[in-house]
Antibody, heavy 116, light 107 residues
Framework: QVQLVQSGAEVKKPGASVKVSCKAS????????MHWVRQAPGQGLEWMGI????????SYAQKFQGRVTMTRDTSTSTVYMELSSLRSEDTAVYYC?????????WGQGTLVTVSS | DIQMTQSPSAMSASVGDRVTITCRAS??????LAWFQQKPGKVPKRLIY???SLQSGVPSRFSGSGSGTEFTLTISSLQPEDFATYYC?????????FGQGTKVEIK
């Protein structure tokens, strides 16, 4: 069965970077694009960007341009999302999600807390 | 970027009520619109794709319609398990964008 397993919660100081991983299993990793979506406490869903695991191409929301980097490792079927220059407003649950195909699959979410 | 405006942002309804949620796109997106349900502490779940196609396993009381810039999600007879927040998502062009959400609460 398809599974997306994300790395654990992180606490970071303002100005630092965080790198969240998402390990995929149960399907051909390179066949489906992977999205990153975040949700601040009590707020709505925010689409951050997408990566093509096959070639590594990416597209990011303008809001995160210059601060976000999405990468993949095909040898371990893992995608990564790194967000730099963290500020308190980046405190959120970060999800990876596979939304192509007949069904959608989401990771369990990774809480990133930015606090001094 | 395409802006997605959902209405209402919140609503109270009773079990058995017919519920309609609207999503408007700032420019035409054909039928590249999906609807998601999210319950507290849970990951989102896609209900509808391509504006009107029901995801496998989703109850038939959920339906979607619309094309271009106006879309609706309808729950024909609200059930206790349907109290949740609903989001639309346009995937016509990057960046994909979510609506701000509609919280459906118990009256």
């Amino acid at each position: 069965q398809v599974q997306l397993v994300q790395s654990g919660a992180e606490v970071k100081k303002p100005g630092a970077s965080v790198k969240v991983s998402c390990k995929a299993s149960g399907y051909t990793f390179t066949s489906y694009y992977m999205h990153w979506v975040r949700q601040a406490p009590g707020q709505g869903l925010e689409w951050m960007g997408i990566i093509n695991p096959s070639g590594g191409s990416t597209s990011y929301a303008q809001k995160f341009q210059g601060r976000v980097t999405m990468t993949r490792d095909t040898s371990t079927s893992t995608v990564y999302m790194e967000l730099s220059s963290l500020r308190s407003e980046d405190t959120a649950v970060y999800y990876c999600a596979r939304m192509g195909g007949a069904a959608d699959y989401w990771g369990q979410g990774t809480l990133v807390t930015v606090s001094s | 970027d395409i802006q997605m405006t959902q209405s209402p942002s919140a609503m109270s309804a009773s079990v058995g009520d017919r519920v309609t949620i609207t999503c408007r796109a700032s420019q035409g997106i054909s039928n590249y619109l999906a609807w998601f349900q999210q319950k507290p502490g849970k990951v989102p779940k896609r209900l509808i794709y391509a504006s009107s196609s029901l995801q496998s396993g989703v109850p038939s009381r959920f339906s979607g319609s619309g094309s271009g810039t106006e879309f609706t999600l309808t729950i024909s007879s609200l059930q206790p398990e349907d109290f949740a927040t609903y989001y639309c998502l346009q995937h016509n062009s990057y960046p994909w964008t979510f609506g701000q959400g509609t919280k459906v609460e118990i009256k």
